[in-house]
């Protein structure tokens, strides 16, 4: 749905600009039609005026014109011919509505393109400051005030300066429960919390061998933040392959721990002082997604996180899906 949002608020962009675009045609026309008006009142002063070519080309056009005003409405008042007065008083008319026009398709074009950099620098920043005063500022452009729409573009270049000097090449895991909630069902409460609790201890121990950066856990899942998806794909094949020793000799309840894990990396806006949870960039929305498409203890990652491995990438094979546009691969432990 967000995707044929994106789609259709592009096609509106693109119409407005070719309408943009046809309306400057127009009035540019107009002008051109001003100065043949100018040029046909001024023939009869002109010595030899049909020799020329281009003023013959001229005389021909503006005796169209006038031949068709007096074929429309009176043009004699007072003994005086008035066809050039409304020739021009037609064409600035004309010129006047036009402009008028194109300035409001180009401001509402305008705003749309605004709307479209706030959201994905909204994106970007996540709950800071900064994004307080962006969404203040957007709320000022409302009103059409040309100072606060100024001031909001300058807005716009300044944070996103300031957002690409904070850009860092980053990875994320996603980790998720599969059938937390069955897994709950006729359990005792204290052994569910002992078990969930050992489960949590032991994940955090691979993602600290492996150089977790941040994480943000909910009850059953956590988000993940890697200097580089090899640490992302060994802290999450090291999790799967330790769940048989952890599920044998750990947990106490009937049902075993299986998880789904979901990597992905690229280029985000990184401040070591803002919580995992509220991190908010493209990047971590496909690890998450990423993690909800895969099977139970198996990692997907997309191809292009997969080229920029630099450890073994043996085990990873194509899933022959697609999450998010990315084409997928995935990697299973070994049969036993």
Not at 155 to 168: I, P, Q, V
Not at 234 to 245: K, N, Q, S, T
Request: charged share 25%; with cysteine.
């Amino acid at each position: 749905m967000k995707g044929g949002g994106n789609e259709m608020q592009h096609g509106l962009r693109w119409l407005l600009g070719s309408l943009v675009l046809l309306l400057r045609i127009i009035e540019s026309a107009l002008l051109v039609s001003i100065l043949v008006v100018a040029v046909g009142v001024a023939l009869p002063f002109i010595p030899d005026a049909s020799s020329y070519e281009a003023l013959a080309v001229v005389a021909r056009i503006y005796a169209g014109a006038v031949w068709r005003v007096k074929s429309v409405i009176p043009t004699v008042f007072g003994g005086f011919e008035t066809v050039p007065a409304f020739l021009l008083v037609g064409i600035v008319f004309a010129l006047r509505v036009a402009h008028t026009i194109e300035g409001a398709l180009r401001e509402y074009r305008d705003k749309l393109s605004v709307q479209r950099n706030f959201a994905e620098l909204r994106g970007r920043m996540g709950f800071t400051r900064e994004a307080v005063a962006l969404e203040s500022k957007m709320r000022a452009l409302q009103s059409g005030d040309a100072k606060s729409r100024a001031e909001l573009l300058k807005l716009f270049a300044e944070t996103k300066k300031k957002l690409d000097a904070m850009g860092r090449d980053l990875a994320f895991l996603s980790i998720d429960v599969i059938g937390s909630t069955d897994m709950k069902v006729g359990e005792d409460k204290a052994l569910v919390e002992h078990d969930f609790m050992a489960y949590k201890e032991f994940v955090v121990a691979r993602l600290t061998q492996h150089r977790q950066i941040k994480a943000a856990w909910t009850p059953d899942g956590v988000m993940i933040c890697f200097a580089s998806a090899d640490d992302a794909v060994g802290a999450a094949r090291d999790i799967i392959a330790g769940l048989d020793v952890f599920n044998k000799t750990q947990k106490t309840i009937a049902k075993d721990f299986r998880v789904r894990c979901g990597v992905n990396a690229g280029l985000v806006s990184f401040d070591p002082a803002t919580p995992m949870e509220e991190m908010s960039d493209r990047v971590i929305d496909v690890a998450g997604h990423m993690q909800k498409y895969a099977a139970a203890n198996t990692i997907f990652l997309s191809k292009q996180c997969l080229n920029s491995l630099q450890a073994d990438k043996d085990g990873f094979l194509p899933a022959d899906t697609k999450v998010d546009g990315f084409e997928v691969y995935k990697w299973q432990p070994p049969a036993k």
